[in-house]
Structure formats: C-alpha cells, structure tokens
C-alpha cells in the first residue's frame, strides 16, 4: 500500500522482463492509464511509469501493473490511499495546468536478432500537445530520419541492426514546461532461440 497525501504527486513505475520483450501497462479498475502498447520481439525489459500530480480522493484505489508476453500474463498491485483534507490546496487540478511531458512506457532493455529492424519506444502522456522529440545514439549524435534510421510518431525504428548498432540509445522529450528522458539499451546478437519467461517488479 501506498499512501499519499491529498494535493502531493504520486509517480508508480513497474518493469517486466521476458521473451518476447512484453508490453507493461498500467491500469485503474479496467482503464488503461499507462505504459506500452507492442513488443518489438526478441527478448528485453520493459518499463511503464504513471505520474499522478495534483492528487485527490478519487485518485485511491488500486492500481495494476499488466506484463505481457507470448500469451502469459503477470500482474501487480498496488493500493493507494489519499490522506488528509486540504481546504485550500497547493496545486491546480491536471484539467487546468501546464505540466512537463511524461514518458510513460519504454524498453529500457532489447535484444533482437541481426538483421531485424528494431523498434524503440517513447510513450508520452498528453501524445496530442506539442513538444519536441530527440533521439540519440550511444555517442550523443543526434539521429535523423535518413538512412537506416526512421522516426515515426514518438519511436525510433532502426532497419537491419547488427553488432555495430549495440550500445544505449537516448529519447528526450520537451515541452515549454519541461522536460523527461529514458534510455534503451539495443543489443543485437545472432540468430538463437528463446525461451518464454515472464518476471515483473515495481517501484513506487
């Protein structure tokens, strides 16, 4: 159980590994909330954070990490209580104000076989307000949509990876509010086989 008090902000975050790299999601009494939709294949780590600011009563109850992977499913919980009653609060409600970016689901882990094309995700929150997106590779370098590089919508799909295109690759989102950045570790080995497994962890 996590308990909050009424006006503070709440961040729960949970990761999933497995084979397939798994979708984690979170969600609140059925309602998808956050986290990814797709698995890029091979085998990785995947992350889904949900950030509640500005919390109130109706944000208790219990919140569900989903992991997903070749057809099996792990789940988490986590129940959260609002504590106390402010009359007058310190913060506005999320309807109302201007807020950073939030990426809210990422592989910070993948691992695909050469040869593949491998896709990096950048889920934000709040996808339709406008912000700029970065991607850059190990070195700094920022990637543009050239090449075996393409940008699409918030991911970063990378066509015929090998061994030369292992290393940590960076999305950095910004808005006139501020700013948030996840890293993926690409690692791209030769043809194998995997087995299915599914573990999940959570922060909070």
């Known amino acids: 159980m ?7 902000s709440l961040t729960l975050s949970c990761s999933v590994t497995g084979s397939p790299t798994p979708t984690a999601v979170w969600y609140k009494e059925g309602e998808r909330l956050a ?11 995947t992350w889904a954070k949900l950030h509640l600011p500005c919390v109130s009563e109706a944000d208790a109850g219990l919140y569900e990490c989903h992991g997903v992977a070749a057809g099996q499913e792990v789940v988490v919980a986590t129940k959260v209580e609002v504590v106390g009653h402010s009359i007058r609060s310190g ?3 999320r309807d109302r104000q201007g807020a950073g970016p939030i990426i809210t689901g990422w592989f910070s882990t993948v691992m695909i076989q050469s040869g593949e094309t491998a896709r990096l995700v950048c889920n934000v929150e709040n996808d339709g307000e406008k912000k700029t997106i970065v991607w850059r590779d190990a070195a700094g370098n920022i990637l543009k949509n050239e090449g075996r590089y393409k940008l699409k919508g918030t991911d970063l799909f990378i066509s015929k990876a090998n061994f030369a295109d292992m290393g940590r690759f960076t999305c950095t989102v910004q808005n006139g509010f501020g700013v948030d950045m996840v890293s993926s570790f690409l690692y791209p080995l030769a043809p194998t086989f995997y087995d299915y497994d599914l573990t999940i962890s959570r922060e909070n």
Do not use: D, F, N, Q
């Open 91 to 93: 913060c506005l409600p």
């Open 2 to 8: 996590v308990a909050i008090r009424s006006s503070g």
């Open 35 to 45: 986290g990814t939709k797709l698995s890029p294949g091979g085998l990785g780590e």
